[in-house]
C-alpha cells in the first residue's frame, strides 16, 4: 500500500497540470505553428478521454 502522503499529492497532480498547461496555450501554438484554436483542442480531447474512461 503506498504512503498516504503519496495517496495525498496525487489529486494535486492533476490541478497543476492544468495550471501549467492552460497558460501555455499560445506559446505552444506559436511553437508548433499553428493557430491557438487549434491548441484549445487539447484541453478538450483530454477532457472527452477522461469522460471516456
Known amino acids: 500500500m503506498p504512503p498516504l502522503w503519496m ?6 497532480l492533476g490541478l497543476f497540470a ?3 498547461h492552460l ?6 501554438a506559436v511553437a ?15 477532457l472527452a478521454a477522461m469522460a471516456a474512461r
Open 18 to 20: 492544468s495550471a501549467v
Open 32 to 46: 508548433f505553428g499553428v493557430m491557438p484554436d487549434l491548441m484549445q483542442l487539447t484541453v478538450t480531447i483530454y
Open 7 to 12: 495517496i495525498s499529492l496525487l489529486p494535486a
Open 23 to 28: 497558460p501555455s496555450i499560445p506559446a505552444m
